[in-house]
Each structure stands twice: as C-alpha cells, then as structure tokens.
C-alpha cells in the first residue's frame, strides 16, 4: 500500500496517457491565513456532528459521509491516525455497511441515486490508497464494476445503477471522478469509458460560446454545468481539443456575481475550482482567491456553512464541499494533483 506522503506527491500524474504533452503547471496557490483558519474551524464542526453510526446528515447519507472524508483527507488526515482517524474509521465502516447491504452498490434508506454511488466509490478509493485496510479493494472494484455497467452507449451515465432512463452532465462528472479516483488507486478502468464520457460531453456543448448542457445543448447553460463539463474532458484525458479550449473560455467569463451566489452554490465552485486548477496558473489565480474570500465569509460561527434544500442538505454537506474547495492549495487528493 503506498503512503500518504507518496499520494500527496504524485496521485494525479498518471492521469494522462504517455503521448500527452503535460498540462501547464501551477507554480504556487497559496493558502490565505483565513482560509485554513476556517478549514480547522470547519473540519472540528464536521467531526462534531457525526451520527452513531459513523454517517453524516439526515438524508443522503451515504452522500454526506463521502464528502466529510474527502474534507479530511484534503487536509492530510489519515483514516486510523491522528486527530480525526476514528471519525474516518467509523465513516468508511458505514459506507462498507451500505455497500454490503446493496450488492455493491452505494444507498441509504433515504437514497439510491448514483450520485451517492458515485461519491462514496470516490471517498473509498482515497481512502484505500492511504489507510492500512486492504479490504476495501474489493468494496471499490465492485463499485466500479457497477459503474461500468452502467454506463450509456453514448457515454452519459443517469440516475440509477443500469443504462437505462435520465442522464445527464451532474451525473456524469461523478461517474468521472469516481472512476479516475479508483483509476489512480490500481483499479482497472478501460480506456474507451472515459473516452465515450468526452464525447458524450462535446455533444452537450454550444459549440460558440463553450457552455455545457444538462442533457444536450443549450438546456441548461448554468455555471455548474460549465464547471462539470470542462472537468469530464480534464479528467478524462481531453486536454487539447477545442471543445476544452471553448469550455475554458466560457468559464473565464463567468461573472463576478457567481461567486456569492448562485444555483447549486457548493457544487458549482466544487467543479470549478478543478477545473481552473487543472488548466493552470492563469486560470485558478483567477479562481481560486474570489471563491475562497466569499466562502471565508459565509461561515457561521459554528465552523459550519448552513445547509439547504429545506433541511434535506445537513451543514455538514456544505461544510465538508467548502473545506474542499477552501483546501484546493493542500494538493492531497486526485482531484487537486494534475
């Protein structure tokens, strides 16, 4: 098993095939004082408001408890270490739970969308990668089994663990990140999946302006979808086409107003904030310092940031997403090593 200091130095660097020229690198993104401030305050919050059974939230479950390890883990904690690793212990033991409970698949009484399938394929192929327990190798190939076969003939993946009814980009660049996660960590994952994920993507792009669609072109051109669609063609190893380059145009334009608020707030600087680390220094010094001053100052008191959706999304949802935005300059996870 590889160490966390060997993950925190080169996770993502085979994220590209050999032929590739290498991505623009990021020189430096520094750490404001403020922002690791209320990551500590933010992390103590979240390990506060963890259930007996080792989950987060109310609802979503499954979905609450892979992002609080992923807020950890963006920070260096350790499952089984240090100052939070029985919180991270008692987490991954639900989500095995839950994978056990289902044949592999990721749900909660609450839930069984792929979204949380997704998520929780994502926190326990990090959390292979750095805690001393084997057996979640076989937990994480057997989720991503699932997702290969759920997968659509043209690349999309929707809402349930089968090909088969709605699907769309939010669903999508889970399915990506999940994969490239359990990638990284040994788990084999064909080429071509990821390859029909890129053009399944340039299809739902308005091929002017650069925007990413919901389910096909121009339904839905929010800034989330943006954020999505240009960090499908990242991960997925489309660094040089001009479907990437016009996506990163549009992202570039986003307005200024976006940054305190907008739809789907948490999740939308989530995607984008890798997508602008990904593509370099330009792009996530433009980022990266708007976000992370709005987030410093929408934290309560409490170290959280409140939830939403009428009680259904727990603070620890929205806490443990702005930890991971805030802790992009920690480069501990895939998601922030390029």
């Not at 807020?71 to 989500?95: C, K, N, W």
């Not at 959706?309 to 935005?325: C, E, M």
Request: with cysteine; charged share 20%.
């Amino acid at each position: 098993m590889r160490s966390a200091l060997t993950l925190a130095l080169c996770l993502m660097l085979q994220l590209l095939p050999a032929s590739q020229p290498p991505a623009e690198r990021v020189s430096t993104l520094d750490l404001p004082p403020k922002a690791e401030l209320a990551i500590n305050r933010g992390l103590a919050y979240v390990a506060r408001v963890q259930n007996k059974d080792g989950s987060w939230g109310n609802k979503y479950q499954v979905t609450h408890t892979a992002m609080a390890l992923l807020a950890f883990m963006v920070q260096g904690h350790v499952p089984g270490e240090g100052t939070y690793g029985r919180s991270m212990d008692r987490g991954i033991d639900y989500l095995v739970s839950r994978s056990r409970a289902h044949n592999g698949y990721f749900a909660d009484p609450s839930s069984a969308t792929m979204y949380q399938h997704c998520y929780a394929t994502m926190a326990l192929a990090e959390a292979w990668g750095q805690a001393k327990r084997p057996e979640l190798r076989p937990v994480v190939k057997q989720a991503v089994d699932i997702l290969l076969r759920s997968q659509y003939k043209d690349g999309r993946w929707g809402y349930e663990p089968k090909p088969k009814g709605h699907g769309d980009t939010s669903v999508t660049v889970c399915a990506v990140q999940a994969l490239v996660s359990a990638k990284e960590a040994g788990i084999f994952v064909p080429d071509e999946v990821l390859e029909k994920a890129i053009k399944f993507t340039h299809k739902v792009q308005d091929p002017i302006e650069g925007h990413f669609g919901y389910t096909r072109r121009n339904d839905d051109e929010s800034t989330y979808r943006t954020g999505a669609g240009n960090l499908i063609l990242m991960l997925s190893g489309d660094r040089n086409s001009p479907q990437l380059q016009r996506g990163l145009h549009a992202l570039r334009d986003t307005p200024d107003k976006e940054f305190s608020k907008t739809r789907h707030y948490f999740m939308t600087h989530f995607y984008c904030v890798q997508a602008c680390y990904q593509a370099g220094d330009k792009d996530i010094q433009h980022w990266y310092p708007k976000i992370a001053q709005h987030l410093v100052g929408k934290q309560k008191q409490d170290g959280s940031w409140g939830g939403s959706d009428g009680g259904k999304i727990h603070p620890s949802f929205n806490t443990s997403v702005a930890i991971l935005i805030l802790g992009v300059p920690y480069r501990f996870l895939p998601i922030y090593q390029r």
